[in-house]
């Protein structure tokens, strides 16, 4: 499957519909609120906390859902369906991925 | 609310006097009686009195849940301003009104206890005629991006809307405040959403507030475990929001017809309020001797022919609210409403009245109703409309009242020979001046000179030797 990092229809019916200062405001609280799913998802690995780790991927994949970012959703999915991971190279990825999503949405945010 | 009793206990305006726990306004000293409404909504004005208080918000405080026109408030404003001088309370057009009369401080000691309620809500500026209610959302949510998305989307449609991060703090509020519908994630600390369904589920109160799930859980297994626990609906994240207005303002209006519903069962039969249930009416049935007033709006055939028909729908409701009004804010209870006509019973309230009591009460409605048509005119002339009249029918007797019919559709039904006495005497009125009141010797006699009254020839009745003595209400000074 390919997805691109950020679904242009999703970002544009989000800007029509919530204001673009608004989107804005609303990236870069994700930009805060993203750094301590990702580091939850670590902390529940290393204790074997299954349930944690879902949540913090499921939340992670509904915020990136809502700004179109299609693959970082997708991969945040993978984890919450896919149960504890064998060890952390996925959250690493998903870690990337979320720096690449974080700059183009705040590229698209204020151009 | 009994919040609002509280937050302004005493407030001394020049030569007025408010008293809100004790629902009492007095003018140099003395007490002044004032409608329910009237006073209700001097209350709503007096404690906004920093700023100018728009109609859609007054009517919101004063007629609660129920949709009602301009008019009403109109005439109840009239009312007002006949008490406290013209001058008591600005009309700003296009805004509001707002009452203008300095509080007394020295002494007046909590006059503005509550600086919360003093500022008041920001009130939007409502532009053209969609005068949508506004609504009072929660949205129970604990990721911060989709809480601050979801209350965006809703406050863009027009709504106030509150926020929570966990389902207890989402409970307390619904517990505590006044909140038309909760939008809530599923996922959260401290209890999530199906814990607060199912607090709900064991909560009649709480049941009233629809509830919209808003999750991206998978699987329609969640979906079917939130209806069964009673939400009304469910949203798949991330929120569509033609979806969202959509469900939003089905399920708001839903909730406001079940508010106004309940509302209307409430004045037409109080008794159904304490779940006296209508599976038999001998649980309400009561026997006593009481007193009956019937009023009508005269020549309603003529009125609807030369208007249209929304028009004189609307008079109708105008007009019923307005015999509500008076016939609440003198403890009468209404028996039958027949859209021109309003009959009520007093005197046969839980508590046995003193007797004359029932008969005063029923008096004191009339003379109301007689005032509140007089004000209503007023509004009407100043539209080129023509004005309306009612005509009174009195009469106090023993009646039997309770509810009757099958448990899926009651009535609350009065029967007894006053009912018929009223009823007669209204047709009488209707063929004497404007705004006549007629009431019969029984009341007269109860009212034992309380009332000015001109003594009018006797009604023969059918199927009765003895005449009934006719007196008629001399118009308040």
């Known amino acids: 499957m390919s997805h691109t990092v950020i679904d242009p229809h999703t970002f544009d019916e989000l800007q029509a519909n919530a204001g673009a200062d608004f989107v804005a405001e609303l990236v870069d609280t994700f930009g805060d609120e993203a750094p301590p799913l990702l580091a939850e998802l670590r902390s529940a690995l290393a204790a074997g906390a299954a349930e944690r780790f879902r949540r913090a991927a499921h939340s992670l994949k509904s915020n990136s859902s809502t700004f179109g970012a299609t693959r970082l959703a997708a991969m945040a999915r993978e984890l919450e369906l896919g149960g504890l991971p064998a060890g952390a190279e996925p959250i690493d990825a998903l870690a990337q991925e979320f720096e690449t999503t974080l700059a183009a949405l705040q590229a698209l945010a204020r151009p | ?477």
């Open chain 2, 1 to 477: 609310m009994s919040a609002h009793s509280a937050l302004l206990e005493a407030g001394h305006f020049g030569r007025f006097e408010i008293v809100l726990s004790e629902r009492r306004l007095q003018v140099d000293g003395q007490p002044v009686p004032l409608g329910s409404r009237a006073f209700d909504l001097l209350a709503a004005l007096v404690t906004r009195r920093d700023r100018v208080v728009p109609k859609d918000e007054l009517i919101d405080v004063v007629w609660p849940g129920l949709v009602v026109e301009d008019n009403n408030l109109q005439v109840q404003i009239s009312a007002l301003r006949k008490v406290l001088g013209a001058q008591a309370i600005a009309t700003v057009p296009g805004r509001g009104y707002q009452f203008t009369i300095a509080a007394v401080a020295p002494g007046s000691s909590v006059v503005n206890a509550n600086a919360t309620e003093a500022k008041g809500p920001r009130v939007h500026e409502r532009t053209g005629a969609g005068a949508l209610r506004k609504s009072r959302l929660l949205v129970a949510d604990d990721n911060k991006v989709n809480r601050l998305l979801l209350c965006r989307s809703l406050e863009l449609m027009g709504h106030e809307v509150a926020s929570v991060d966990n389902g207890r703090a989402a409970l307390q509020m619904l517990r505590a405040e006044h909140v038309d519908m909760l939008l809530l994630d599923l996922e959260m600390p401290e209890m999530d959403g199906f814990g607060l369904l199912e607090q709900r589920a064991a909560d009649p109160a709480l049941l009233d507030v629809p509830v919209i799930v808003t999750s991206s859980l998978e699987g329609a297994a969640q979906v079917a475990r939130c209806i069964e626990l009673g939400a009304d609906d469910y949203l798949h994240k991330p929120v569509n929001p033609v979806l969202l207005k959509a469900r939003v303002e089905s399920s708001l209006e839903r909730k406001h017809l079940r508010d106004r519903q309940r509302e209307l069962l409430a004045r037409l039969a109080p008794e159904l309020r304490e779940g006296a249930a209508t599976s038999s009416g001998a649980t309400s049935a009561r026997r006593g001797e009481a007193t009956l007033l019937l009023a009508r709006l005269r020549d309603v055939d003529a009125l609807a022919s030369a208007q249209p028909a929304q028009e004189t729908i609307e008079l109708l409701s105008s007009w019923t609210t307005l015999m509500l009004d008076a016939i609440e804010s003198h403890g009468g209870q209404v028996h039958q409403m027949t859209g021109d006509g309003v009959a009520a019973v007093f005197g046969l309230a839980a508590e046995p009245s003193r007797d004359g009591d029932a008969s005063w009460a029923a008096v004191q409605a009339a003379q109301e109703m007689i005032e509140l048509v007089a004000q209503f005119n007023a509004e009407r002339s100043s539209l080129g409309k023509a004005p309306i009249a009612p005509s009174i029918g009195i009469a106090s007797g023993e009646v039997v009242a309770g509810h009757a019919g099958t448990p899926r559709r009651a009535t609350y039904v009065c029967v007894g020979a006053a009912v018929q006495r009223a009823s007669r005497l209204e047709a009488l009125a209707a063929d004497r001046a404007a705004g006549a009141v007629l009431i019969d010797g029984a009341t007269h006699a109860a009212l034992a000179g309380r009332v000015a009254t001109d003594t009018v020839p006797a009604l023969a009745l059918p199927g009765s030797a003895k005449e009934v003595p006719v007196h008629a209400l001399k118009a308040r000074a």
